[in-house]
Structure formats: C-alpha cells, structure tokens
C-alpha cells in the first residue's frame, strides 16, 4: 500500500497517456475532430461508461477511469492549461484590431442568448439563479472545435472566419465576469444581491488589475534575464511557473485558478516571447486539450440519453436553432451575405467547453441541481458532438448561395462575355491559372477566365480581374464567349476526371481550336493526348526538370549545356507519347 501512495494517481495518468499516445495519431488518420474524439473516449472510459461494469468484470478496472480525485486532479490540470492558451491567443493588439466584431456583435450575441435561453429557462418553471446561470454558459460556444473546424476548411481567413473568431474571443472573455456573478450568487441573494454584485465585481476587477500589473511587472523582466541562455528547459519551466504561480495567486485573491491562468496567458501574449511560448507549448497542445476534453467526457452520463431522450433532444435542439438564429441575423448585420451569415450560425451553434467548468462550479456552490447539471452537461456535449454535421450543412448553404449569386452575376456578365472574342480562355483560375493570367497581362494579351469556387471569384473579380464562375466543360458556356474565335484554350485545373472531361467535352464541339492542358503525370497526361488536348504538359515533369537544371547549373555546366540536357528530356518524353500511337504537335524529331 505504501507503494501505491508514494505516485498518487499513477494509473489514472498513465491510462491517459496510452490513451492519448493511441487516440491522436488515430484521429488524425481517420480525420476526425480530435476534441469530439477525446469527449467519446472520455465518455467510453469514464465512470458512467464501461466503468459502470467495472465491479463486474475487474479486468475493466485496469482501463476505465473510476471517479474520485484522480480524476478530479486531471480535469484541474486540463482547465488551467486550457485557459493559458485561450489567454495566449487573446493579444491586447488582436482585440483592437478587431473591436467592432468583438465587443459589437460579440457582446450582442452573448446577451441576446443569454436572454433568450435563459428566459426560456425561467418559462419552465425554474428560479431566476437558475435561469441566469444556464442562460449565460449556453450563449457560449466552443472555441475549440470551432477553431478546428475551420482549419481544417482553411476558412480562418475568410470574412466569416474571421467574424467568427471574434465573437469567439468575447466569449472567452465573457467567462470572467460569468465566473464573477457565479460567485456572487454562490454567496447570497435577496434585497443586498445588487449591492453585493457589485462590491464583489469591484473586488475582483481590482484584483485582476492588480493580478495583471503585478505579474506584468514580473514576468517580463523574469523572460527577459532567463531566455538570453537559450536553455528550452528553463523556458518551459517560466511558462509553467507563470501559469501555476499567477492561478495560485488568483485563488488566494478568491477568484478562481481557471481566471488565474487566462491571466497568465494574456501577459505572456504582450510580450516579445509570445511566439516563442506557443512554439513550447505546442508539442503539447494536443496532449493537454485532450487532457481537458477527455476529463469533460468523463463527467457525461450517457445513462440519461436513456432516460430522458425526448427532453434531451428538445435541449439540444432549442440551443442550437436559438444560437443559430442570433448568430445569424448579427452575422448579416455586419453585411455578410445569407448564406455566409447561416453557416456562421451553425458553426457556433453549439455549447462550449466553458459550460462544463461553471456548471461543475455551479453545482458544487449548490446553485445549480446536481441532476439537472448532468443533464445540461450532456445536452451540450451532444450539441458539440453534432458539430461537424451542423458545419457540413452551412457550408453547403453558403456555398450555394454564393453560387447562385455568382450565377446571377454571370447573367448580368452576358453582355460581357458574348463581346470577348480573340481572347485566350484560361479555364481553372487557381495558382497556375493566376501565374499564366499575370504573364499575359504583362505582354497585354487579352484573356477570359473561368473558376468553380465561387468565393474566389467573387474575390479576384472584385479586383477587375476577368475571372466569371463557371464550369468550361459545358459547351454552351463556350460557345456565349465565342470560344471557336480564342487564339487557344488553357486548362488548369487540378482534378485529372475534370480536366480529362473538360478536353473531351472541347474537342467535340471546338476541334479546331489549339487545347493547353496541365496534367498530373504521365499517364493522365496520355489520357489527355487520347482525348484530344494539342499540348500537355505534365507537373510532375516540368518541376523535375526545372530542379535538375538548378541543381546542373550549381555543379558548374554552363547555361546552354544545361538547357541541352533538359530539351533533350522534354524530346524524350514526346517520343514515349508517339510510341503510345499519339503525335505531340510541335515536338521535334
């Protein structure tokens, strides 16, 4: 026994790590959301999972989590190192350059939810504290998977990107304050709540001030004498001890070490060591939001979907079409089209992982029923749960909404393009496409250009690029651009079954026409040739080509000799066409 207490928590720890050392390449090979992945294994291994049967089967003993303060202490750990890299992220600088999205819309949509939920909630019967409480953590969403969602869509950047980012900083901010009134609440109510709601937000603002200045004054100079020794140990070691020590000093003030670390990140983010702490702590990033994701799994007894299914999908339900709403029509208030404004919608329609930090909080200051907590616990995970699904659907309409208004642009365009004549067509307006577009217009070569992605087109056109939406494939769109006059037709794209049925679909009704066609090898690039296209280049080849050059001329072979050896590979590869029964036009013999 002894042995057992000299490592507390040794099983629970490395559980977690077998787990997290298996899950997160698993994920990444599967693609799937690696938060939604850590909530599920959570949920499995948890105490109201196959814990449940541990007693039953003892072997399970060795690979579920039981409840207690194992799991207590890394559900405390995950919290304070998620707060740190939330603070990180929110820079004085960031905020301000995007203040209009952030304390605008972002306060709009964490009032307007918050009223609406948690009047809601008051309708059903319940006490105001109750209502508050739930109304406030609901109108929250999850920045985790928000975030993940949309990098992995590669749509940070976008105007909705961005408009989401920003509410989802306020939010983040928002738990200050919330994790406030929680506290006072915790201690009282009645005719002194007002008075004492604002001694309490009095205090605790001059805390964090305090907190802020203090630790500004600190922390700084501590990086600055230490980091000049280059030594990444003791680096991680400041981080660390900025993060426990500032969350200590939190708790001492009586606020809580969550508010405490959020702290610590956003002095680190004020910094000229900012950069170099999120490259620390980034080799463990995924680690640590596991940590926190998996605890929160944990805590969901799956048991109530059984026992109360119908409430459970009316929460889930209400929450999301509430958020959505609001999100939504802030969305299109800040002149985002429809479409773009109800993806916003879905996107952050969810709860958020917040939501479990203050309901624990609630529920053990007695403010909030313990079952009533579960239930709540469980409606947000599932509303987090069904994500993806909801993010699918927006893109879906903001992607067919700009389609339409794209193609609605393109009627108007008709005059336009029925008067291009003697232009080359460049179809696929891509990185390519745009490279050959900026060669033309520099020896003013007239062209016409066509795209599928409805975003980039809007964008470029808007810069008086002649990029249209459209698929030149389809011979009636060729035909409106009087495509038998082009001095030649360039395809770019990358998809080989697109390009492959762009050239057939050319050949058929503009035989005469010189066809340029990007491949992707040599074998699509003798399906072209088969299919009609007059030159085709393959990518694979020409980038090979183009580095070996580099590579002879580096060796000492003069310039003329080098291109020697590349023209005669390009021959080469011209004769392996003919031998396939194909003639490369314009090759030489």
């Known amino acids: 026994m002894q042995e057992q207490h000299a490592f507390p928590f040794f099983r629970e720890i490395i559980l977690f790590l077998i787990l997290a050392g298996i899950l997160i390449p698993l994920l990444q090979r599967l693609r799937i959301n690696q938060v939604l992945g850590f909530l599920a294994v959570g949920a499995l291994a948890g105490p109201f999972g196959l814990g449940l049967h541990a007693a039953e089967f003892p072997w399970l003993a060795w690979l579920t989590f039981p409840t207690g303060p194992g799991i207590s202490m890394l559900a405390e750990i995950g919290v304070l190192f998620l707060m740190f890299m939330i603070g990180l992220e929110l ?3 960031r905020l301000w350059a995007m203040r209009a999205w952030v304390f605008g819309a972002g306060t709009l949509q964490v009032l307007a939810s918050a009223l609406l939920i ?117 680096f991680m070691a400041l981080i660390l001890l900025s ?32 950069h170099e702490v999120e490259l620390m702590v980034e080799p463990f990033k995924g680690l640590l939001m596991g940590l ?47 479409g773009r404004a ?11 992982e917040f939501a479990f930090i203050v309901l624990g909080y609630a529920v053990s200051a007695k403010l909030l029923d313990a079952d009533l907590g579960a239930r709540v616990m469980l409606a947000v995970g599932l509303s987090m749960f069904i994500t993806p699904l909801l993010a ?11 389609r339409a208004l794209s193609e609605h642009k393109a009627e108007h365009d ?6 291009a004549r003697g232009q080359i067509i460049i179809a696929g307006f891509g990185r390519v496409g745009q490279q050959l577009a900026k060669l033309l217009s520099a020896q003013n070569i007239p062209f016409i250009a066509f795209e599928n992605n409805a975003t980039l087109v809007s964008k470029l056109h808007a810069q008086g690029i002649p990029v249209y939406f459209g698929n030149a494939a389809r011979p009636e769109l060729l035909r409106l651009v009087n495509a038998e006059e082009a001095p030649a037709i360039v395809l ?40 009609g296209a007059t030159v085709v280049v393959p990518e694979t080849l020409e980038a090979s080509l183009q580095l070996s050059a580099f590579v002879l001329e580096s060796m000492g072979l003069d310039e003329r000799t080098v291109d020697s050896i590349v023209d005669r590979e390009r021959d080469l590869f011209a004769e392996q066409l003919n031998d396939a029964g194909l003639r490369e036009p314009g090759s030489r013999s």
């Open 243 to 274: 993060t426990f020590g500032i969350a200590g000093l939190s708790a001492a003030a009586g606020l809580s070490m969550a508010l405490g670390a959020l702290v610590a990140g956003l002095l680190l983010a004020e910094t000229e060591f900012r």
């Open 492 to 531: 770019t794209m990358d998809n080989p079954a697109a390009s492959l049925q762009a050239v057939r679909g050319i050949r058929r009704d503009f035989a005469e026409v010189p066809l340029f066609v990007r491949s992707r090898d040599e074998r699509h690039a003798r399906s072209l040739k088969r299919a």
């Open 91 to 93: 820079s004085a600088a």
């Open 118 to 234: 948690g009047g809601a909630v008051m309708l059903l019967g319940q006490p105001f504290a109750t209502a508050a409480i739930l109304g406030l953590v609901l109108s929250l969403s999850s920045t985790a998977v928000v975030m993940q969602l949309m990098s992995e869509q590669n749509s940070t950047g976008s105007r909705l990107g961005q408009a989401a980012f920003a509410v989802l900083m306020l939010q983040d901010l928002a738990v200050v304050p919330i994790l406030v009134v929680l506290g006072v609440l915790a201690r009282g109510s009645g005719d002194g709540a007002a008075t004492l709601a604002l001694v309490t937000l009095a205090k605790a603002g001059g805390a964090i001030a305090l907190i802020y200045l203090v630790g500004r004054r600190l922390i700084h100079p501590l990086f600055k004498a230490f980091a000049r020794h280059r030594q990444p140990d003791v």
């Open 392 to 402: 699918r659907i927006g893109r879906a309409i903001g992607d067919g909404d700009e």
């Open 414 to 419: 008709a005059g336009t393009l029925a008067g």
């Open 342 to 352: 109800a993806e916003g919608g879905l996107l952050l329609a969810q709860g958020g």
């Open 292 to 338: 926190f994701f998996m605890t929160v799994g944990m805590s969901m007894d799956t048991r109530q979907i059984l026992e109360a299914p119908l409430w459970l999908a009316a929460v889930v339900c209400g929450l999301v079409l509430t958020k959505a709403l609001v999100v939504t029509l802030l969305f299109r208030a800040g002149r985002l089209p429809w």
